[in-house]
């Protein structure tokens, strides 16, 4: 089970806006270490949300996103007190997944 | 008669009170000085290239640190004229490199820090304080602009065109040693303490004074 | 209908070319402050400070004790608020100490980690979180929203304030650089880092509220003590103990010198 996400939902004017934090290393696979070696790739590589049981957003994260990704969305609909949930799969197989009320 | 001989007591006792109490507050400065070194001393430890003697003061970083960058005029002409005698000027008497090897030489920021490695080679560290190419916006403003050098530093005060040999002979000694001119000026003592090489001060004499070079285009 | 269409867009094309070249320089700025503020809300040293918090009461060390039992300058298990009034003189100690070293002390004594341990690794790197700096990441996080309030009462604080002044315009090194050679003037800055003038108040409680931070470049939060050292190490100096008497000197004097202002760490820097 990957690191925690902090999430953040709120609704403004019919529109719901989401913030995510991530914690993940995203190596990219081309980086070296201080011994000279390549670190090997390690990044998320799909990113969904769901409201209400319908995907909201799809996402694939690839070795451009930096480290620690942070991402807003807004999304029509959402209604306080509903809930959001995110997770993410990445290249070594790992998931996290979080939900949040929409406040 | 015993009125004036008063009057004479008592002002002796307040001069004596003055000189004492003037006294009583150096005392307590010099004290508080030497807490201050050795702490300096006693709390840095070696570091790669970067050595404790580094902290070790010549005679100008002590005088401009003992009066914050501001010393007497006497001291202060004293040790520029010192300075200045030791400037090792180019054996050929020739002040102008390569400008595109300066630009590069100009932009580095790398050396002299204990995370270099002891054979690289350190820059010039030149864009981190001051503009020099119209075309590079990424430049510090610790030092005054460098941008159309021939054009802005190419008269005297009195307003005499300066010839090409006396300007490169003026850039060159600058970035040689700064403190020659003005004693406590920011900017380090290139050649002065051995950052740079010959070769690599004529580079960036050239960068600033070749008309080629983009610190003289638009 | 096409053609006014056309050429309208065709003029924005042209203008706005025109606007990125002519004021690249003065946007330059402009659009790093925008790029701060859009990313201020996601600060993942959000993250540290809930790993800190968790390490903190966890009973740890050989002594298995946790950090509950840390006095940190308000009293035993007061964290809210402490930070604001560090550094300050410690009566167990004798001597003015900053966070670091304190919790240096309590690792210490409380916990009985051997100090050459802590000290050994004390900044974060490549897969690696020191428990240290977790903690700071914590505790000042339970300081924000509250005012700087560093005291010079005890005759210790005040001679640390001023030898703290007296390192700041040390000059030395193959640069002969101090700190005032960079911070001691307004409005300069180092390629395109604004520099802080620790004369001047504005820049000092601007600067001081917005450390320790998440450095993004780095992708890890870096404390008080690291970014000291980090400067010691552009200045051309050796490196300085870890929260030694020297480190601890001049935190003193920029801390006071940014009294009053909101603390309002951890920051975000780029």
């Not at chain 1, 969305?73 to 949930?85: L, Y």
């Not at chain 2, 560290?125 to 005054?144: D, F, M, V």
């Amino acid at each position: 089970m990957g690191n925690p996400m902090r999430i953040r939902a709120s609704v403004q004017e019919g529109m719901t806006e989401v913030k995510v934090l991530m914690q993940h290393e995203m190596e990219t696979g081309l980086r070296k270490d201080a011994d000279g070696k390549l670190v090997p790739a390690w990044h998320i590589t799909e990113l969904k949300a769901v409201h209400n049981g319908k995907t909201v957003l799809e996402g694939q994260f690839g070795t451009a996103v930096s480290k620690n990704p942070y991402l807003v969305f807004r999304f029509k609909g959402g209604v306080s007190g509903e809930k959001i949930s995110v997770n993410w799969v990445d290249n070594k197989g790992d998931t996290r997944s979080d939900e949040v009320e929409i406040s | 008669m015993l009125r004036k001989f008063f009057h004479f007591v008592s002002i002796s006792a307040i001069f004596a009170f003055l000189v004492f109490s003037a006294q009583a507050a150096d005392n307590s400065d010099t004290l508080l000085e030497a807490k201050v070194m050795t702490i300096i001393k006693h709390d840095f430890h070696d570091k790669g290239i970067a050595k404790i003697d580094r902290l070790n003061q010549d005679s100008v970083q002590a005088m401009c640190t003992k009066f914050l960058d501001n010393p007497p005029i006497d001291n202060m002409e004293h040790l520029q004229a010192e300075q200045e005698k030791a400037i090792r000027w180019p054996a050929d008497g020739k002040y102008m490199g390569n400008w595109k090897a300066g630009e590069e030489l100009a932009q580095s920021g790398s050396g002299m820090t204990w995370s270099d490695k002891p054979d690289a080679i350190p820059g010039g560290n030149c864009y981190n304080c001051h503009q020099l190419s119209a075309k590079e916006i990424s430049y510090g403003t610790i030092g005054p602009s460098l941008l159309h050098f021939r054009l802005n530093f190419g008269k005297t005060s009195g307003g005499q065109t300066l010839t090409d040999k006396e300007l490169q002979r003026f850039a060159y000694g600058h970035i040689y040693n700064a403190k020659a001119y003005n004693l406590c000026v920011n900017m380090p003592r290139f050649g002065h303490l051995g950052i740079l090489t010959e070769a690599q001060i004529k580079d960036l004499v050239a960068l600033l004074i070749d008309p080629e070079s983009p610190v003289n285009k638009e | 209908m096409n053609a006014p269409i056309l050429k309208n867009g065709f003029f924005v094309f042209l203008f706005s070319i025109y606007c990125s070249v002519v004021l690249a320089e003065s946007n330059a700025s402009d659009e790093i402050a925008k790029y701060r503020e859009m990313i201020s809300d996601g600060n993942p040293a959000e993250f540290d400070e809930m790993r800190g918090e968790d390490l903190w009461k966890k009973p740890s060390g050989p002594n298995k004790v946790s950090m509950q039992k840390c006095d940190l300058g308000k009293g035993i298990g007061i964290v809210k608020g402490a930070y604001a009034e560090l550094p300050k003189y410690f009566p167990d100690t004798d001597r003015v100490q900053d966070l670091e070293s304190r919790l240096v002390f309590c690792m210490t004594t409380l916990q009985g980690i051997p100090e050459k341990e802590i000290i050994a690794k004390p900044f974060g790197g490549d897969n690696y979180k020191p428990d240290i700096e977790s903690y700071v990441a914590y505790v000042v996080g339970q300081s924000k929203g509250v005012k700087m309030n560093v005291s010079l009462t005890h005759p210790k604080e005040k001679e640390a304030y001023e030898i703290g002044k007296r390192i700041f315009t040390y000059r030395a090194g193959p640069y002969d650089f101090a700190c005032s050679t960079c911070h001691g003037q307004d409005n300069i800055r180092i390629r395109m880092q604004n520099l802080p003038n620790f004369n001047n108040l504005k820049d000092s409680q601007a600067a001081y509220i917005s450390w320790p931070a998440y450095r993004v470049s780095q992708g890890l939060f870096r404390s008080f003590q690291w970014r000291l050292n980090d400067c010691f190490r552009q200045q051309r100096f050796p490196e300085p103990q870890y929260a030694s008497e020297l480190t601890i000197d001049l935190a003193i004097f920029m801390a006071r010198n940014a009294n009053n202002a909101i603390y309002a760490g951890p920051g975000l820097k780029r």
